[in-house]
C-alpha cells in the first residue's frame, strides 16, 4: 500500500509540472508532498510491525496510516482533476510523462461526455437548473483508477526498456 502511495506521488509531481495554472500546480504539489510523507510513515510502521510482531497498539497504528494514506491519495486525486480541468502543457517524450497524459485526457473526455449528456437532460426545474434526483454523479479519476483491471505487481503494463514501474503501470 505504501508503495502505491509513492506512485500517486510520482503522478501528482508529473502532473503539477505540466499543469498549466500555478495555484492548482501548487495545490497538486502539496498534496503530492503530503502523500510522500504519510506512504513514509506507513512504510516504516509496516516495517516496526513486521519485526515487533502482533499487538493491538502497533495494528491501530498500521490502520490509521493506511487510513491517512487513503485520504491524502483522494486530495491528489482532487488537485489532479482541478490540474486536468485547468489545462495541462504537452508532455515532454518521457513514457511515464505521455502515459499520464493520457490517462488525464481520457478522464477529461469522460467528463465532457457526461456533461454534454447532461445538458441535453430535460430533467430541469421551473428555473433551469439540474434537478439532483436521478442525476448520474461525474466521473472522477477516482473512479476511472478504480475502474482499471488489477495488475500484476512485477509486469509493467507495456515493456519498457527501463527497470521498475511506471507510473499508472499498478492498479492503484
Known amino acids: 500500500?505504501?508503495?502505491?502511495g509513492q506512485v500517486v506521488v510520482k503522478f501528482g509531481n508529473i502532473l503539477a509540472k505540466h499543469c498549466l495554472?500555478?495555484?492548482?500546480?501548487t495545490e497538486?504539489?502539496?498534496?503530492?508532498?503530503?502523500?510522500q510523507s504519510v506512504s513514509s510513515q506507513l512504510s516504516i510502521v509496516a516495517r516496526?510491525?513486521?519485526?515487533t510482531g502482533e499487538s493491538k497498539a502497533s495494528s491501530e497504528l498500521l490502520l490509521s496510516n493506511v487510513q491517512?494514506?487513503?485520504?491524502?491519495?483522494?486530495?491528489v486525486l482532487r488537485a489532479?482533476?482541478?490540474?486536468?480541468?485547468?489545462g495541462l502543457g504537452k508532455p515532454s517524450a518521457d513514457p511515464e510523462e505521455e502515459e499520464v497524459a493520457a490517462f488525464c485526457q481520457q478522464w477529461r473526455k469522460n467528463l465532457t461526455q457526461h456533461r454534454a449528456k447532461e445538458a441535453l437532460n430535460s430533467d430541469r426545474d421551473e428555473l433551469g437548473l439540474r434537478k439532483t434526483r436521478g442525476?448520474?454523479?461525474e466521473p472522477t479519476l477516482m473512479s476511472l483508477v478504480q475502474e482499471q483491471p488489477?495488475?500484476?505487481?512485477?509486469?509493467?503494463?507495456?515493456?519498457?526498456?527501463?527497470?521498475g514501474h511506471t507510473v499508472m503501470d499498478r492498479h492503484l
Do not use: F, G
Request: hydrophobic share 40%; net charge positive.
Open 1 to 4: 500500500i505504501a508503495s502505491d
Open 21 to 25: 495554472d500555478p495555484r492548482c500546480s
Open 28 to 35: 497538486l504539489l502539496r498534496a503530492a508532498e503530503h502523500t
Open 48 to 51: 516496526v510491525k513486521a519485526v
Open 68 to 75: 491517512n494514506l487513503v485520504r491524502a491519495v483522494q486530495h
Open 80 to 86: 489532479a482533476e482541478a490540474a486536468c480541468v485547468k
Open 135 to 137: 442525476a448520474k454523479a
Open 150 to 163: 488489477p495488475r500484476s505487481r512485477n509486469i509493467p503494463k507495456h515493456p519498457s526498456p527501463r527497470k
